[in-house]
């Protein structure tokens, strides 16, 4: 079973950046696809990037050319690289341990989450 652990979070004017971490343990990131989602109060959680062993990377429409997922095997962790942050970015994001055939940014297919870091972003 692994377990996530996220950082990174934080208060940010709109145009800035932020990169968030998640650092994994228990067992090898390799073994899954790993996700980060977001959500706000009221609204389902939301899929922003999500990357699989051999470096496959999918992106919400929302997020692309701003935001980079990257992983370090090494260090079993996982970051999110947020550029040209917007006041709409504002949400909790989770990092998130899945599994399949396909890379899908669906949290009905993600077995382990972290417990969140708030990211807030100022207009």
């Known amino acids: 079973q692994v377990r996530l652990v996220e950082s990174g979070g934080g208060s940010v004017q709109s145009g800035g950046s932020l990169r968030l971490s998640c650092a994994a343990s228990?067992?090898?990131?390799?073994?899954?696809?790993m996700s980060w989602f977001r959500q706000t109060p009221g609204k389902e959680r939301e899929g922003v990037a999500g990357i699989k062993t051999g470096g496959q990377t999918r992106y919400a429409d929302s997020v692309n050319g701003r935001f980079t997922i990257s992983q370090d095997n090494a260090k079993n962790t996982i970051f999110l690289q947020m550029n040209s942050l917007k006041a709409e970015d504002t949400a909790m994001y989770y990092c998130?341990?899945?599994?399949?055939?396909?890379?899908?940014?669906?949290?009905?297919?993600?077995?382990?989450w972290g417990q969140g870091t708030q990211v807030t972003v100022s207009s």
């Open positions: 228990g067992d090898s990131i390799n073994k899954y696809h």
């Open positions: 998130a341990a899945g599994s399949g055939l396909f890379l899908r940014l669906d949290a009905s297919r993600y077995n382990y």
